[in-house]
């Protein structure tokens, strides 16, 4: 059962952005660490990014300073903004929450390609 759900992903340019959002299915009033992951095909998932509910937040080497991760909580939404966006960023993005033995969405596919 999918309880995440993701959405924005596509295909833009080296050089563009896009903005992932992640609504749960279920109300999630209170989170512990959320975050967003990636993977392509043939390899392991790799941590993205993740924010705590005390505002820490903690980013992949490859992607810090270009990928920011927020929560509305008046929405309830999940966002990873991804700027400046690198062919090896192309992947199927997933959002998670309560770690790695929480809830996983079903992912969404972001491709960068001229």
């Known amino acids: 059962q999918v309880q995440l759900v993701e959405s924005g992903g596509g295909l833009v340019q080296p050089g563009g952005s896009l903005t992932l959002s992640c609504v749960p299915s279920?109300?999630?009033?209170?989170?512990?660490?959320m975050g967003w992951y990636r993977q392509t095909a043939g390899k392991q998932r790799e941590m993205v990014a993740t924010?705590?509910?005390?505002?820490?937040?903690n980013y992949a080497d490859s992607v810090k300073g270009r990928f920011t991760i927020s929560r509305n909580v008046a929405k309830n939404t999940n966002y990873l903004q991804m700027n400046d966006l690198k062919p090896d960023d192309s992947a199927v993005y997933y959002c998670n929450e309560g770690g790695v033995g929480g809830t996983w969405g079903q992912g969404t596919q972001v491709s960068v390609s001229a």
């Open positions: 279920r109300s999630i009033f209170n989170f512990w660490i």
């Open positions: 924010l705590t509910s005390s505002g820490h937040t």
